[in-house]
Structures are given as C-alpha cells and as structure tokens.
C-alpha cells in the first residue's frame, strides 16, 4: 500500500531564503508524481508534474526533483516571498490508476 | 484558471442528513474524481467517474455515492451523515489516460 509523508510539517522562513520541501513515498512503481499549493480553506493549484522518467521539473523559481528508487521527492523555492505563504502538498499517482495518493502537506510561512 | 467548478462553496448539516455536492468539469475532460480533505489532513480519494460509470473507489463506506452526468458534471451524494464527515470536498477532473487532473475550489461540510 502506497504511503506518502511530507517532511517538515510546518516550515517559517524569513523572506528572501531557499528552502527546500521533502516527499517520500513506499511504493516506487508511480507514474508520476505531483506537487501542490493550498492556500486556506481552498482547492489545489497545480505547480509542477513530474513523470516517473523524469528527475525534475522547473517553473519559475520552483524546482522538483525525483529520485523514484528511492522513494524522494524535493521540491526547492528559491528566493523566498511571503506570497509563498501556503501549505504545499505531494501527490503521487499509480500505474494503471488516475487515483492521487497526498501527503500530509507541508505549511509554510515566510515572513518580511 | 482549472475551469472546474463546484457548488456550492459552504454547507452546514446535522447528523443523520443527507447532502448533494456539485462538481462542473473542465471543458473537454471526461474523468472526474472526489477527494475528502480532513481539515490538517492531505486529500483522500473516494471515487472517479469516467463514461458515468464508477471507475475506482477508495476506502469509503457505501452511503458516499455519485453521479456523472452525459455533460462531464459531477454530484457526490453522502447519506447518513456523521460528525467525520465534516471536511472540504475536492472533485478533480481530466482527460481518461492522460497526466494531469485539475481540482475545483472545494466545498467545505460542517456537520453538527
């Protein structure tokens, strides 16, 4: 049974830092592997896909990477902003299923 | 912008109710899939819906049912309503067979 965990829980960074969010997952059989933005009390913003052949994604000041043998994930915000402000989530999808299996999430604030 | 929409965005029920959740996919998309978000907790699958037939159901008891009508529309019915069953609900739709899914905004169920 696929297991994903997100690593910090919660995360407060002063504006400006890198930072880097951390996945991991049981099951090394995915197709791929998704990484989410929640803002409070709302619905899911894509950020960045990644196939299971793939290492990493980019977009903007956002980086992915995935390490699928060994069950890792990182997702890296350069240049942090307090707009960043939200809780971000990973997501791994099955081969053979469009079912999304999420971590917990982790919540990060980024302060002036 | 997802497109998908869902309705309605807040809703207050008493234990042993029955309630209606809304979902209008994406233009195009033919996959649509439900999502329960404890609050703290990520997403957890409940079901999808392609050619308005069920397409995978995750561990949710019977009285969690849906609908998927010839327009991609979407509802998820939940009878026999429990204090637990005070979350936001996710749907998510997609192209069948293809990456990405694109998630509403949400509807958040209190039960009281």
């Known amino acids: 049974k696929q297991e994903v965990t997100q690593i910090p829980a919660a995360l407060s960074v002063p504006e400006g830092e890198n930072l880097v969010l951390n996945c991991s997952f049981t099951?090394?059989?995915?197709?791929?592997l998704q990484w989410f933005r929640q803002d409070p009390g709302k619905g899911l913003t894509s950020l960045l896909l990644?196939?299971?052949?793939?290492r990493e994604q980019t977009s903007g000041r956002l980086n992915a990477s995935l390490d699928k043998s060994s069950g890792r994930s990182t997702l890296y915000i350069a240049a942090s902003q307090p707009g960043d402000s939200a809780t971000y989530l990973c997501?791994?999808?099955?081969?053979?299923?469009?079912?999304?299996?999420f971590g917990t999430g982790t919540r990060l604030q980024v302060f002036p | 912008e997802t497109g998908v929409t869902q309705s309605p965005t807040h809703l207050i029920k008493t234990r042993g109710q029955q309630v209606t959740l809304r979902c209008s996919s994406q233009?195009?998309?033919?996959?649509v899939s439900w999502y329960q978000q404890a609050l703290g907790q990520g997403p957890q699958f409940i079901f999808q819906?392609?050619?308005?037939?069920?397409?995978g159901r995750g561990n949710f008891p019977p009285r969690f049912s849906g609908l998927q009508f010839p327009n991609y529309s979407s509802e998820l019915n939940v009878n026999a309503l429990e204090l637990d069953d005070s979350a936001l609900y996710l749907c998510?739709?997609?192209?069948?067979?293809?990456?990405?899914?694109?998630f509403g905004p949400g509807t958040r169920l209190t039960v009281l």
């Open positions: 819906y392609y050619r308005e037939e069920e397409n």
């Open positions: 233009s195009g998309h033919n996959t």
């Open positions: 997501a791994v999808r099955g081969v053979n299923t469009d079912k999304l299996i």
């Open positions: 990644i196939q299971s052949s793939q």
């Open positions: 998510a739709s997609g192209l069948a067979g293809l990456n990405e899914q694109f």
């Open positions: 099951d090394s059989a995915i197709y791929n």
